[in-house]
Protein backbone atom coordinates (compact mmCIF):
# COMPACT_ATOMS: atom_id res chain seq x y z
CA UNK A 1 0.00 0.00 0.00
CA UNK A 2 1.40 3.59 -1.00
CA UNK A 3 0.26 5.03 2.18
CA UNK A 4 -1.86 8.03 2.89
CA UNK A 5 -1.13 10.43 0.09
CA UNK A 6 -1.43 13.94 0.51
CA UNK A 7 -1.13 16.88 -2.64
CA UNK A 8 0.13 19.34 -2.90
CA UNK A 9 3.55 18.58 -0.80
CA UNK A 10 3.94 22.39 -0.19
CA UNK A 11 1.44 25.26 -1.43
CA UNK A 12 2.15 28.88 -1.42
CA UNK A 13 -0.86 31.24 -2.04
CA UNK A 14 -1.73 34.99 -1.45
CA UNK A 15 -4.29 36.39 1.54
CA UNK A 16 -7.39 36.02 -0.35
CA UNK A 17 -6.76 32.68 -2.41
CA UNK A 18 -8.90 30.08 -2.24
CA UNK A 19 -7.05 27.00 -1.21
CA UNK A 20 -7.94 23.32 -1.98
CA UNK A 21 -5.56 20.31 0.19
CA UNK A 22 -6.26 16.81 -0.53
CA UNK A 23 -6.29 13.28 1.11
CA UNK A 24 -6.40 9.94 0.01
CA UNK A 25 -6.29 7.17 2.71
CA UNK A 26 -5.30 4.11 2.99
CA UNK A 27 -7.18 1.62 1.30
CA UNK A 28 -10.34 -0.11 3.78
CA UNK A 29 -9.47 2.64 6.55
CA UNK A 30 -12.51 4.10 7.60
CA UNK A 31 -11.61 6.92 10.06
CA UNK A 32 -9.96 10.28 8.31
CA UNK A 33 -8.57 12.70 10.27
CA UNK A 34 -7.20 16.32 9.45
CA UNK A 35 -4.88 18.48 11.82
CA UNK A 36 -2.60 21.30 11.64
CA UNK A 37 0.47 21.39 12.98
CA UNK A 38 2.32 25.23 13.92
CA UNK A 39 5.52 25.86 16.48
CA UNK A 40 3.07 27.83 18.69
CA UNK A 41 -0.29 25.08 19.07
CA UNK A 42 1.01 21.69 18.22
CA UNK A 43 -0.97 19.31 16.60
CA UNK A 44 -4.50 20.75 16.72
CA UNK A 45 -7.40 18.61 15.53
CA UNK A 46 -9.57 20.02 12.91
CA UNK A 47 -11.75 17.47 11.71
CA UNK A 48 -12.34 13.50 11.61
CA UNK A 49 -14.53 11.60 9.36
CA UNK A 50 -16.08 7.97 9.97
CA UNK A 51 -17.21 6.00 7.01
CA UNK A 52 -17.83 9.19 4.94
CA UNK A 53 -19.52 11.03 7.49
CA UNK A 54 -18.06 13.96 9.52
CA UNK A 55 -18.03 12.99 13.11
CA UNK A 56 -16.59 16.02 14.99
CA UNK A 57 -15.72 19.49 13.34
CA UNK A 58 -14.71 21.35 16.07
CA UNK A 59 -11.31 22.01 15.70
CA UNK A 60 -12.37 24.01 12.67
CA UNK A 61 -10.68 27.17 13.00
CA UNK A 62 -13.52 29.07 11.82
CA UNK A 63 -16.31 29.74 8.82
CA UNK A 64 -13.09 29.64 6.16
CA UNK A 65 -12.53 26.50 6.17
CA UNK A 66 -14.66 23.47 5.29
CA UNK A 67 -14.08 19.91 4.61
CA UNK A 68 -15.27 17.43 2.48
CA UNK A 69 -15.25 13.61 1.83
CA UNK A 70 -17.33 12.08 -0.69
CA UNK A 71 -16.39 8.99 -0.98
CA UNK A 72 -13.90 6.57 1.39
CA UNK A 73 -11.00 7.12 -0.80
CA UNK A 74 -11.07 10.95 -1.22
CA UNK A 75 -10.88 14.12 1.02
CA UNK A 76 -10.60 17.61 0.31
CA UNK A 77 -9.90 20.60 3.02
CA UNK A 78 -10.67 24.35 1.77
CA UNK A 79 -9.60 27.45 2.93
CA UNK A 80 -11.47 30.21 1.61
CA UNK A 81 -10.57 33.24 1.58
CA UNK A 82 -6.95 32.20 3.44
CA UNK A 83 -4.86 34.63 5.64
CA UNK A 84 -1.29 34.95 6.68
CA UNK A 85 -1.86 33.41 10.24
CA UNK A 86 -3.40 29.61 7.91
CA UNK A 87 0.50 28.91 7.19
CA UNK A 88 1.11 25.72 8.83
CA UNK A 89 2.18 21.83 7.82
CA UNK A 90 -1.55 20.30 7.03
CA UNK A 91 -1.42 16.69 8.10
CA UNK A 92 -4.37 13.72 6.74
CA UNK A 93 -4.10 11.19 8.70
CA UNK A 94 -6.68 7.51 8.59
CA UNK A 95 -7.15 4.18 11.06
CA UNK A 96 -9.48 1.43 10.90
CA UNK A 97 -12.22 1.01 12.58
CA UNK A 98 -11.44 -2.25 14.24
CA UNK A 99 -8.65 -0.69 16.00
CA UNK A 100 -6.46 -0.59 17.74
CA UNK A 101 -7.08 3.01 16.28
CA UNK A 102 -3.45 3.66 15.42
CA UNK A 103 -3.51 6.39 12.83
CA UNK A 104 -1.32 6.20 9.34
CA UNK A 105 -0.42 10.10 8.91
CA UNK A 106 0.74 11.77 5.14
CA UNK A 107 3.85 13.66 4.76
CA UNK A 108 1.85 16.61 4.93
CA UNK A 109 1.25 19.96 3.05
CA UNK A 110 3.14 22.76 3.84
CA UNK A 111 1.08 25.88 3.75
CA UNK A 112 2.26 29.57 3.37
CA UNK A 113 0.37 32.49 2.93
CA UNK A 114 1.37 35.49 1.95
CA UNK B 1 -6.19 23.47 26.46
CA UNK B 2 -4.00 19.67 25.24
CA UNK B 3 -5.21 16.51 26.81
CA UNK B 4 -1.19 15.25 27.06
CA UNK B 5 1.66 17.54 27.74
CA UNK B 6 5.06 16.00 27.49
CA UNK B 7 7.64 16.22 30.11
CA UNK B 8 10.89 17.56 29.01
CA UNK B 9 10.10 19.59 25.96
CA UNK B 10 13.35 18.73 24.74
CA UNK B 11 16.14 16.34 25.44
CA UNK B 12 19.43 15.84 24.86
CA UNK B 13 21.75 12.85 25.46
CA UNK B 14 24.60 10.29 24.04
CA UNK B 15 24.69 7.68 21.84
CA UNK B 16 24.15 4.59 23.99
CA UNK B 17 22.46 6.27 26.80
CA UNK B 18 18.34 6.10 27.67
CA UNK B 19 16.06 8.46 26.86
CA UNK B 20 12.82 8.39 29.11
CA UNK B 21 9.90 10.65 28.07
CA UNK B 22 6.84 11.86 30.14
CA UNK B 23 3.27 12.25 29.30
CA UNK B 24 0.29 13.38 31.77
CA UNK B 25 -2.95 13.80 30.74
CA UNK B 26 -6.07 14.66 32.15
CA UNK B 27 -9.30 12.67 31.61
CA UNK B 28 -9.98 9.12 31.04
CA UNK B 29 -8.96 7.19 28.30
CA UNK B 30 -9.56 4.31 26.15
CA UNK B 31 -5.91 4.01 25.19
CA UNK B 32 -2.26 5.52 24.91
CA UNK B 33 -0.26 5.87 21.68
CA UNK B 34 3.26 7.43 21.42
CA UNK B 35 4.13 8.74 17.72
CA UNK B 36 7.67 9.75 16.65
CA UNK B 37 7.94 12.53 14.18
CA UNK B 38 11.32 13.28 12.39
CA UNK B 39 12.16 16.78 10.86
CA UNK B 40 9.60 17.67 7.55
CA UNK B 41 7.83 14.41 7.65
CA UNK B 42 4.30 12.84 8.98
CA UNK B 43 3.76 11.35 12.43
CA UNK B 44 4.88 7.87 12.67
CA UNK B 45 2.75 5.45 15.55
CA UNK B 46 5.47 3.21 17.75
CA UNK B 47 3.38 1.59 19.97
CA UNK B 48 -0.33 1.21 21.36
CA UNK B 49 -1.06 0.97 25.36
CA UNK B 50 -4.29 0.24 26.77
CA UNK B 51 -5.69 1.29 29.79
CA UNK B 52 -6.05 -1.53 31.39
CA UNK B 53 -2.25 -2.48 30.50
CA UNK B 54 0.77 -1.35 32.51
CA UNK B 55 3.18 -1.66 30.69
CA UNK B 56 4.37 -3.10 27.07
CA UNK B 57 7.48 -3.67 25.23
CA UNK B 58 8.60 -3.25 21.35
CA UNK B 59 12.34 -3.80 20.42
CA UNK B 60 14.02 -0.75 22.20
CA UNK B 61 10.81 0.81 23.27
CA UNK B 62 9.04 0.47 26.73
CA UNK B 63 5.82 2.27 27.44
CA UNK B 64 4.24 2.36 30.97
CA UNK B 65 0.75 3.61 32.06
CA UNK B 66 -0.31 4.52 35.16
CA UNK B 67 -4.24 5.22 34.84
CA UNK B 68 -4.53 6.66 38.62
CA UNK B 69 -2.10 9.12 38.36
CA UNK B 70 -2.80 9.82 34.77
CA UNK B 71 0.68 9.58 33.22
CA UNK B 72 2.73 7.37 31.14
CA UNK B 73 6.53 6.93 30.28
CA UNK B 74 8.42 6.09 27.13
CA UNK B 75 11.65 4.60 27.17
CA UNK B 76 14.03 4.49 24.37
CA UNK B 77 17.18 1.99 25.68
CA UNK B 78 20.58 2.28 23.84
CA UNK B 79 19.37 5.06 21.88
CA UNK B 80 21.29 6.11 18.69
CA UNK B 81 21.61 9.21 16.41
CA UNK B 82 18.69 7.49 14.13
CA UNK B 83 16.19 8.10 17.23
CA UNK B 84 17.18 12.07 16.80
CA UNK B 85 13.06 12.96 16.43
CA UNK B 86 10.20 14.82 18.47
CA UNK B 87 8.18 12.26 20.01
CA UNK B 88 4.43 12.58 20.77
CA UNK B 89 2.04 10.77 23.37
CA UNK B 90 -1.96 10.95 22.16
CA UNK B 91 -4.91 9.87 23.99
CA UNK B 92 -7.78 7.82 22.88
CA UNK B 93 -10.95 9.09 24.42
CA UNK B 94 -13.97 6.77 24.06
CA UNK B 95 -14.75 8.59 21.39
CA UNK B 96 -14.46 5.97 18.02
CA UNK B 97 -10.80 6.71 16.70
CA UNK B 98 -10.18 10.29 18.07
CA UNK B 99 -6.64 11.14 19.25
CA UNK B 100 -5.72 13.94 21.12
CA UNK B 101 -1.66 14.85 20.49
CA UNK B 102 0.45 16.36 23.26
CA UNK B 103 3.01 19.06 22.33
CA UNK B 104 6.07 16.85 22.11
CA UNK B 105 9.44 15.67 23.21
CA UNK B 106 12.29 17.12 21.51
CA UNK B 107 15.17 14.02 21.51
CA UNK B 108 18.44 14.98 20.51
CA UNK B 109 21.23 12.19 19.93
CA UNK B 110 24.65 13.00 19.78
CA UNK B 111 26.84 10.51 18.31
Known amino acids: DAGVIQSPRHEVTEMGQEVTLRCKPISGHDYLFWYRQTMMRGLELLIY????????DSGMPEDRFSAKMPNASFSTLKIQPSEPRDSAVYFC????????????FGPGTRLTVT | SQQGEEDPQALSIQEGENATMNCSYK?????LQWYRQNSGRGLVHLIL?????REKHSGRLRVTLDTSKKSSSLLITASRAADTASYFCATGLNQGGKLIFGQGTELSVKP
Open chain 2, 27 to 31: TSINN
Open chain 1, 93 to 104: ASSFRAGPYEQY
Open chain 1, 49 to 56: FNNNVPID
Open chain 2, 49 to 53: IRSNE
